[in-house]
């Protein structure tokens, strides 16, 4: 399995970007898909997950009611829609797959993509 994610970019406070995240699986569907996020000198930490089914999903509390994660499944993609960008948003941004149960926990994932920065400027 492999995870290729893109979209980030220098932005703004207050714009918005969209990451997504193609996942080279079959049956992509029964893989939940998270996307969690590393800032400089922290812990790599949960912002969204999204199950098998695309009404099951889970955000962080900094990043709840900001972004919204979808996913395609025709497309083998998930997206990471992040809306009112903070500069506390910094990042290099993950998407991590796994067969089965969507979890919050990083330690649950075993397939990870390389990451993509997303840089918000005050």
């Known amino acids: 399995v492999q995870l290729q994610a893109s979209g980030g970019g220098l932005v703004q406070t207050g714009d918005s970007l969209r990451l997504s995240c193609r996942v080279s699986?079959?049956?992509?569907?029964?893989?939940?898909v998270g996307w969690f996020r590393q800032a400089p000198g922290k812990e790599r930490e949960f912002v969204s997950v999204i199950g098998r089914s695309s009404e099951e999903t889970s955000y962080g509390d900094s990043v709840q009611g900001r972004f919204t994660i979808s996913r395609d499944n025709a497309k083998n993609t998930v997206y990471l829609q992040m809306n009112s960008l903070k500069p506390e948003d910094t990042a290099v941004y993950y998407c991590?797959?796994?067969?089965?149960?969507?979890?919050?926990?990083?330690?649950?994932?075993?397939?990870w993509g390389q990451g993509t920065q997303v840089t918000v400027s005050s």
């Open positions: 699986a079959h049956p992509f569907s029964r893989y939940a």
């Open positions: 991590a797959a796994r067969q089965g149960t969507a979890f919050s926990y990083i330690r649950y994932y075993n397939h």
